[in-house]
């Protein structure tokens, strides 16, 4: 089975973006969902935006307004537009993909860092 490689983390100053890209390094089952999740170091890894083979979405709160999620299908790969980062939104963010079976896939994760 392919694993997910994520790119496009790195370290950024308040008010700026960043955009982040996950796809399968090799074969993997039938996606339905992808998305992206975050965690910081003792906390729970949480949801940050995904969206469905059809195209609907849906975000945390924290995140709406500024966060942008898309996905090209014929390539299985997940996209997040990330604008007016704020250093709230430092942590590592993993992404995920899940089939209608329930089978998933995590990647890496890649750091994102938004500091002055």
């Known amino acids: 089975q392919g694993q997910l490689v994520e790119s496009g983390g790195g370290l950024v100053q308040p008010g700026e973006s960043l955009r982040l890209s996950c796809a399968p390094s090799g074969s993997i089952f039938s996606i339905y969902a992808m998305g992206w999740y975050r965690q910081v170091p003792g906390k729970q890894r949480e949801l940050v935006a995904d969206?469905?083979?059809?195209?609907?979405?849906m975000y945390a709160d924290s995140v709406k307004g500024r966060f942008t999620i898309s996905r090209d299908n014929a390539k299985d790969t997940v996209y997040l537009q990330m604008n007016n980062l704020k250093p709230e939104d430092t942590a590592v963010y993993y992404c995920?993909?899940?089939?209608?079976?329930?089978?998933?896939?995590w990647g890496q994760g890649t750091q994102v860092t938004v500091s002055s």
């Open positions: 995920h993909a899940e089939s209608l079976q329930g089978v998933a896939a």
């Open positions: 969206i469905t083979h059809g195209g609907s979405t």
